[in-house]
């Protein structure tokens, strides 16, 4: 039997993926930015996440400061606005950078 595609079906965009899996990262624990896209099903796309999340609005409650970079730092320069903000928020649910990264054994998801 063939099946006829219904228009009405809505495939989620590559950004929505991404949105998704964001969304499911718990409080107090982080996800890479390749984690992030191998679980959104786009191997490969960890730029993708990046950019994805980089035009979020200001006040989005997506919780897009849990996610770092594969070394678990945080991708924004050192000591910039972003940076700060990344790490307060991160620190108000008690992950804290040691010589500036996380300590990804301990508070890496695992989904």
Do not use: C
Not at 6 to 25: L, R
Not at 28 to 51: F, S, W
Not at 75 to 94: G, I, T
């Amino acid at each position: 039997m063939i099946k006829i595609p219904n228009n009405n079906e809505h495939k989620p965009s590559y950004q929505e993926k991404i949105w998704h899996v964001v969304s499911m990262i718990p409080k107090g624990k982080v996800a890479t930015y390749g984690q992030v896209a191998e679980l959104a099903g786009l191997p490969q796309m960890a730029r993708a996440v990046g950019r994805t999340l980089s035009k979020l609005p200001k006040d989005t409650e997506l919780p897009w400061f849990r996610v770092i970079n594969a070394k678990g730092k945080i991708s924004f320069p050192v000591d910039s606005e972003a940076y700060l903000r990344q790490k307060d928020l991160l620190a108000e649910e008690d992950i804290t950078l040691l010589n500036g990264k996380v300590n990804l054994k301990s508070h890496q998801w695992i989904p």
